[in-house]
């Protein structure tokens, strides 16, 4: 296969260009032909492979380009451009062998960015050792904001910001009631709010002075650590 040439920048509907990125999907069971569908629907340009002649086929239509490539060898990805593509996302299923070689190979030929898929912990574990840049547990890391989202409904969204940082959506209850100053989420939990909503009205960057009241929204900021405290006072 002949290396994947490199695509220019889309033109959004409204004729402002937009940034897309080169991104490649290896790996195209029900999680990787997702993640490739998504990404070409947002206007990224897709490449995906993957060794089986039917998964390909199933998404050829519907990402840039899709090929039967085994990822496993080096030569086979280097055919390809591996590291010519903005993000590489290694989403090959129980083959634990084949997603470690994947993930090694496109480091080696230079990938910037490789976010790789675990089945398991010492998955996990094994692939950032190797210097895979994201390590995601699709399965285990729903689980788990399905299980925040049921033990407090008062979350009602949350944006992972990488690193240790999360910008999240609340309810106040009464235990948020009075002005910003007076309830001192910085000083207390270590959280910033940058924007409240009430009534659909939006507030962005709110004043010590401002007061909240049940059922306001806020959107705040802060640590893993510091979201989970104020959870556990919301909660109470």
């Not at 490739?36 to 050829?60: F, K």
């Not at 060898?73 to 590489?88: M, N, P, Q, S, T």
């Not at 490789?114 to 010492?122: C, F, H, N, R």
């Amino acid at each position: 296969m002949t290396a994947v040439p490199r695509f220019p920048d889309r033109v959004s509907p409204k004729g402002h260009s937009m940034k897309t990125k080169q991104c490649l999907v290896i790996g195209l069971g029900r999680f990787g032909t997702a993640v490739a569908t998504t990404l070409y629907e947002m206007g990224h340009e897709v490449v995906a492979i993957d060794q089986n002649e039917e998964n390909v086929e199933r998404v050829m239509n519907l990402v840039t380009h899709a090929a039967i490539v085994d990822a496993s060898d080096e030569r086979a990805l280097r055919a390809i451009g591996v590291g010519d593509f903005d993000v590489v996302v290694v989403a090959i299923g129980t083959d634990v062998q084949a997603n470690i070689l994947a993930t090694m190979n496109a480091k080696s030929l230079g990938a910037p960015y490789v976010v790789t898929k675990a089945i398991d912990e010492m998955a996990r574990r094994v692939l950032e050792r190797i210097g895979a840049d994201l390590v995601i547990r699709p399965e285990h890391d729903m689980g788990v904001r399905l299980a925040r989202q049921i033990a407090t409904p008062n979350i009602v969204d949350t944006l992972d910001l990488g690193g240790d940082y999360a910008i999240v959506e609340i309810e106040a209850n009464e235990r948020l009631r009075g002005t910003l100053r007076d309830l001192n989420l910085t000083g207390r939990f270590g959280v910033q709010v940058i924007a409240v909503s009430r009534s659909g009205k939006v507030e962005v960057t709110p004043r010590a002075e401002d007061g909240l009241r049940p059922h306001d929204k806020l959107v705040v900021i802060g640590t893993g650590h510091s979201i989970d405290e104020l959870r556990r006072y919301l909660g109470e």
